[in-house]
């Protein structure tokens, strides 16, 4: 429920504060007293996008701050929970705005987006203005009302859920296809690239090793003489083995003389030896290899070309040739993978749209059962506000599959005729302002009524009409003000009598200002301006004696 509003320089407002009570409140006024600007201030609460005009001359900035009462099972709580918003029982909604183009939304302090404004205010006001573009006149929301009074959440909830997973293998099917096209692209190329690779088998290291066996063949003779050189020096008579083999012989004839530390020299001689004959080993493999070597250069030449021309055709290093084949192998696995995951896929995605198919058929099942219910009980309302031929019907067109969405399968659209014998049409089609009024009324009636949380505003509902039609008009609208919060901005004298609170828009010149101020009224001031209502600004006694005979009915 809303309980105050408070409202400081918007326009001719310069500093207002409303307590608004339960029930039905009308509130009234001389034309360009500053109604509209309420329903502006309200509309901002909304999250009405910012009119920067709205703020009073000569001021720098405006706000309009709205004081909401809500008890622990209302369901705007999950909502504000969802933002991390603090609350006890009241919601503090306010909008500030500032000439330099500024503006701020806050809930209970909070700083809030402009859509989680609309999102968590929408379960706590609606601003029901005569022609207006959206609610009840904007077709696409007609579903959603229709929704709101059914009450089949679980349905809405299986089809979304079904769609989305639809949606999202449908998805993965897309993207798939296109990576199974990007490398079915490819797919020759990388297959005769690794079959050449799998031919030239590289190694690591490789380039490396056949440089060096290249440079040896290079020097090969050269490399041969040297260790033959070396074979000499080592084995020939007088060569290194044989005077090594001298000296030790005559420091062994040496001990017989009992020479001291020969024991030590001729260890030395000893060590000498073994290392010598570590050498001769050496030079002998190293001659044999040079002997039995099979390569040439010929053969070194073609291999490296073969593992270069490679390299350049992969754009890398030769080392990196092995990981080439690696990654060439992955792609092809790869590609295999894809095409069975493909139908895995697609099997997945035909029982996923089968679900939604049932689940969403479900759902329109339960909603074409709601819609008779809702529309019985709308047109046993329309009578009560003098439409007897009237009738309203919820009329339902099946979407085609590929266009269809979270919401299921159906488009609904409301649909009205006002007198016996007409055609229906749609219901922002139908042409009477009373009429249209009246027809929005009945509907508010019934789908408020489910929903008992909002405090609904009514603008002008009654304009176009007079008489019965506005007494009938006002009779419903202090029904709906029983059940929960109503408000209507009036000019008729009849709906303004049915009231259970009054409020008062007028502006006064101040100091060379004009400034709206509202008032509530008590009993003997609503008499006073329901008779000018009646009959303008002279207020006779026949204006107040009919004004009083209206609060009375």
Known sequence: MLKELIVKNI????????????????????????????????????????????????????????????????????????????FEDELIIRRQIKADGKSKCLVNDTIVTRNALIEITDYLIEIQGQFEDRGLLDIKTHLSLLDDYSNHYKLIEDTKISFNEMEKLKNFIKETKKKERELNDDNEWIKDSLDQLIILDPKSGEEKELGQAKQLLSNREKIYNKIIKVKSILEDENGLEDLINKLLKEFEDLKSYKQPNLDEAIESIYRTKAEIEEIKIFVNRKSTDLNEKTDNLETIDDRLYELRSQARKHKCEVDDLIKIKIELEEKLE??????????????????????????????SESRQKSAIKLSEKINKELPFLKLENANFEIKFEEIDFENCSIDGIDKVIFFASTNTGMDKKPINKIASGGELSRFLLAIKVVLETEMQNRTIVFDEIDSGIGGSAANAVGLRLAKLGKTYQTMVVTHSPQVTSKGHNHYLIKKQDIQNKTISNVTELNINERVEEIARMVSGQSITNEAREAAQKLLDN
């Open 11 to 86: 326009v001719l407002i310069e500093s207002i504060k409303i307590e608004f009570k339960k029930g039905l409140s009308v509130l009234t006024g001389e034309t360009g007293t500053g109604k509209s600007i309420l329903l502006d201030s309200l509309g901002l609460i909304v999250g009405n996008r910012v009119d920067f005009n709205l703020i009073r001359d000569g001021e720098t900035d405006a706000s309009v701050t709205a004081i909401f009462q809500i008890n622990e099972k209302h369901p705007v709580i999950r909502v504000i929970q969802r933002y991390d918003i603090e």
């Open 334 to 363: 790869e590609l295999r993978k894809k095409s069975s995951n493909l139908n895995d896929l697609r099997d997945k995605h035909k029982e996923a749209k089968e679900n939604f198919k049932l689940n969403s058929r479900l759902l």
